[in-house]
Every structure is written in structure tokens, then in C-alpha cells.
């Protein structure tokens, strides 16, 4: 994906904003999770973007109707 589709993605997505307190290690679990879950839910979690505020405050932002099709198995 290059910069703008990336821009139109986020543009016409409404997007999903959660926040844990998380370490890096944990928080690169976390996407691996995603990335590879594919094959069991059938949900494609592309583009998930990710940062963190402090070296334990992680912030992700995902797609909507990526978080209700999960939600919806």
C-alpha cells in the first residue's frame, strides 16, 4: 500500500482507537496475533497502525468494520 491509498483508506474508514498499557514486546505479540489469525477468522487486518506515547502506553488504531466482523464470528 503506498502513501495514497494508505490516505484514501483512512479517509473513507471509520477507524477503531484502542489503548492499553503495553511493552513493545507485548504490543508486537499483539499485531503478530492479528497478522496470523487470518487463516482461523477470515479477517484480513490490513491496515492496522500502532504507537506508543511512552515506553508502556500503546495506542492502535484498526479499521471498524475490521473490529465488527471479528466480532460477528
Not at 473513507?12 to 484502542?18: I, V, W
Not at 511493552?23 to 477468522?41: G, L, M, R, W
Amino acid at each position: 500500500m503506498n502513501y495514497q491509498e494508505l490516505l484514501d483508506f483512512v479517509q473513507k474508514n471509520p477507524m477503531d482507537l484502542q489503548n492499553a498499557n503495553a511493552s513493545i514486546f507485548a504490543a508486537d505479540f499483539v499485531f503478530q496475533a492479528y497478522v496470523e489469525s487470518d487463516p482461523i477468522t477470515g479477517v484480513i487486518y490490513e491496515p492496522i497502525f500502532g504507537y506508543h506515547v511512552t515506553a508502556d502506553n500503546f495506542y492502535q488504531i484498526i479499521a471498524d468494520d475490521k473490529i465488527r466482523e471479528l466480532a460477528a464470528l
